[in-house]
């Protein structure tokens, strides 16, 4: 314990002396003893939650490691969001105690940028991965906070996101491509990446067709799956994740040699707001369905969640979920999205969350029982 109370302010010192904007190799070292840190600190804590729930996870180990076994599951794969994952996981692992359940895909989100905090999370990666789960990440490129000395702008600071798509596949980013690249080549195992999500949503994100056409998207995704190619980042597994209530698909679709994986959303907003209503499951994943499934991609319900307004809610899961792998076969992936203060849509934050909803979490667990996982890993 003495020797890391002293590699820790060892650390603190080298931060310190690498400012607000160092990027350089003190950084890099920097980065370096904090993995090691983190990891002589894991290995001195014995008796916790990792190995039992690592253990418990232990059929889905080839999944986790071969991107062959993910690419190519026969068995239904769950996961979880949760905001407040940042400070610990206890939250995710009362989920699951809730559910009766492990979940074998943790998400979390983080946004491009010069920060330190927008480098390649390799510390939450890693502890997804010693918990015995897969990391998905959704990385999303919102473009205002670089650094404008490192990467110049050619227009006023406010303007920075409107075509900022054709920016990345002209290559302005590719420095901060390159180094997220490495970093998650030195990770080393398989993850989700789920780039620009919702990019047909004009509405919502930045890299949305309000500020780019479906060509500069296309351009983007292939632009920086191919620098990841070049770098050996070939450990990332690729999430093309279209909103589901706009239906022109094809047109951002980057091609099949791009693309590993196709995500959707399955959010029920209720009667929150004057522009939602209350839509069923169905509604919500039914029409977009049939035509995600012909891409030939396993298909991963990237958000899934409901509010409690405007309906029952415990009802909403038991419809969604109930023979969900019979009815949605192509679907390979379930990710709930249990967020306590979702700020994205309203004007207030918005509650998903699932933990002090007992009989929403009831029937999930109900339904979650009919599906027979997990199941080994598929021969190859």
């Not at 920016?167 to 620009?196: S, T, V």
């Not at 409901?306 to 992936?333: I, S």
């Amino acid at each position: 314990m003495l020797l890391v109370i002293a590699l820790g302010i060892g650390l603190f010192g080298l931060l310190l002396l690498a400012g607000n904007k160092g990027r350089g190799p003190l950084e890099t070292l920097a980065g370096s003893v904090t993995s090691q840190v983190a990891s002589f600190e894991k290995r001195l804590l014995s008796g916790d939650s990792r190995a039992s729930r690592a253990a418990a996870l232990a059929w889905f180990r080839p999944y986790r490691e071969n991107k062959l076994y993910l690419n190519n599951t026969d068995t239904l794969l769950v996961g979880a969001y949760d905001n407040n994952t940042v400070e610990s996981y206890e939250r995710i692992v009362a989920l699951e105690d809730s559910l009766a359940l492990k979940l074998p895909i943790v998400q979390f989100y983080t946004a491009w940028g010069s920060k330190r905090e927008q480098v390649f999370p390799m510390l939450r990666a890693q502890a997804i991965s010693d918990l015995g789960s897969l990391p998905l990440i959704t990385w999303e490129p919102w473009l205002n906070d670089f650094d404008p000395e490192s990467f110049p702008r050619t227009g006023p600071a406010d303007q920075v996101n409107v075509g900022g798509l054709r920016a990345i596949a002209a290559g302005r980013y590719d420095a901060y491509l390159d180094k997220w690249a490495q970093d998650a080549k030195a990770y080393g195992q398989p993850f989700f990446l789920r780039f620009g999500h919702e990019m047909n949503d004009a509405f919502r994100y930045p890299w949305g067709p309000q500020n780019n056409k479906p060509a500069d998207f296309i351009a983007a995704w292939r632009h920086v799956v191919t620098r990841f190619r070049q770098q050996g980042a070939t450990n990332a597994t690729w999430v093309w994740s279209p909103h589901p209530a706009y239906p022109n698909y094809a047109e951002f679709y980057p091609g099949h040699a791009y693309v590993d994986w196709i995500g959707t959303t399955a959010l029920n907003y209720g009667t929150v707001a004057p522009w939602s209503k209350w839509y069923t499951f169905s509604e919500t994943l039914g029409n977009a369905y049939g035509e995600l499934s012909t891409y030939g991609k396993p298909l991963m319900i990237s958000e899934m969640g409901c509010l409690a307004v405007g309906g029952n809610r415990a009802a909403w899961f038991t419809e969604a979920l109930t023979d969900l792998p019979l009815k949605f076969p192509k679907v390979k992936a379930v990710v709930f999205f249990n967020n306590s203060n979702d700020v994205t849509t309203t004007y207030k934050a918005l509650d998903w969350s699932l933990n002090n909803d007992k009989a929403t979490l009831a029937a999930i667990a109900q339904a979650l029982k009919g599906w027979q996982l997990p199941k080994p890993a598929p021969a190859l």
